[in-house]
């Protein structure tokens, strides 16, 4: 309209209110224009689900990114998730269609705090989870996510290891190597945190014949009378590989959909309180067709920041 003068949120609030079937005809025009992929975490709203070129866990996703020969990335997940995908792979433009789309947990381990851990344990090797901003994996020895951290803290060669920031998923890893001293920083996830023991069993009274698979960002309570313990996408495979046909799953219910859709044959169910991460949800079709018009808002690590972060990442990839 002449004269008017239209902000990117009243474009963005303007395009929401276009069906979603247009969006994403919108969506895979663009994408083709622009030589772009689009990567999707596990927990993301099935509509964006539907679009992602891959959907998966964080380690697979960063795997992606590093073997994507597209010019632009559509990441949809949070913050740290699109600084890996720029950390691995430098020459593309990493978009995150929701800038402020963060991870709390991230966010527990400042670097001022690792820095200082690091001075009251020389001896202790640094493993971070890959919940972790750049600035902090540059500090790390090693990187690791929910699928590999049992993994990764076996192949390091040190007595001591500072896990951070989840002490939850230090707890469990501490539980399987037990040959090393692991000090676990005290930050934990919201989202699975939350999820108590009261939660799971009055799912299971529902369906007393279901097993229960659990993330490993769950209390020790939750782990201790979970069947299986797996990362988003392990989850998938644990459904497929077990004999049962019913699962309750302890993590974030967007979870629920890759599930359903990886093995329509059987049925999954959320613990009672149906947890939800509001990070994850904030990406919306109208975003990410915004995100590849534009290509903004962009996710960039700093040169000298990066260079060191994509040392404890690589090692962790090459595993
Ligand atoms: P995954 O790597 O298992 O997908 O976990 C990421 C995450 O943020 C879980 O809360
Ligand atoms: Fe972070 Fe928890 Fe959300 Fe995963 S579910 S992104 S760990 S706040």
């Keep these: ?17 276009v069906d979603d079937e247009t969006l994403v005809g919108l969506i895979i025009e663009e994408k083709r224009r622009k030589n772009a992929v689009i990567l999707v975490h596990n ?32 990441f949809c997940g949070v913050h740290f998730m699109a600084e890996t995908a720029a950390i691995v792979n430098p020459d593309r433009i990493v978009l995150l269609p929701e800038i402020r789309a963060g991870c709390p947990m991230a966010d527990m381990a400042p670097l001022d705090a690792v820095r200082k851990a690091k001075r009251l344990h020389p001896n202790a090797k640094v493993i971070s989870y890959v919940n972790t901003t750049a600035a902090v994996k540059a500090e790390s020895d090693y990187c690791c996510t929910s699928s590999n951290a049992v993994r990764v803290t076996q192949e390091v060669d ?18 399987q190597v037990t040959d090393k001293r692991i000090i676990p920083w005290e930050g934990y ?29 769950c209390t020790d309570e939750i782990l201790s009378i979970a069947d299986h313990i797996r990362s988003t996408s392990g989850m998938v495979a644990a459904a497929q590989e077990s004999s049962a046909t019913e699962f309750i799953v302890a993590t974030e219910s967007g979870m629920i959909y890759p599930l359903k859709r990886a093995v329509p044959s059987k049925s999954f169910y959320p613990t009672a309180n149906e947890p939800l991460c509001p990070n994850m949800k904030l990406i919306t079709l109208s975003k990410v067709l915004w995100a590849l018009e534009t290509l903004e808002p962009r996710v960039v690590v ?18």
């Design 1 to 17: 309209m002449p004269g008017s003068e239209e902000s990117d949120t009243d474009i963005i609030l303007e395009r929401s209110l």
């Design 43 to 74: 927990y993301q709203r099935p509509e964006i689900q539907d679009i992602g070129d891959f959907i998966g866990d964080s380690l697979g996703l960063a795997l992606k990114a590093s073997e994507t020969d597209s010019d632009v990335i559509v």
């Design 158 to 175: 040190a007595d001591e290891i500072l896990f951070l920031p989840d002490q939850n998923l230090a707890g469990y890893v501490a539980k």
């Design 189 to 217: 996830c919201h989202v699975h945190q939350g999820i108590t023991a009261e939660h799971v069993l009055e799912a299971l009274e529902k369906h007393p014949g279901a097993e229960t698979i659990a993330h490993p960002e």
């Design 302 to 319: 700093p040169r000298e920041v990066r260079a060191r972060a994509l040392i404890p990442v690589e090692k962790m990839l090459s595993l």
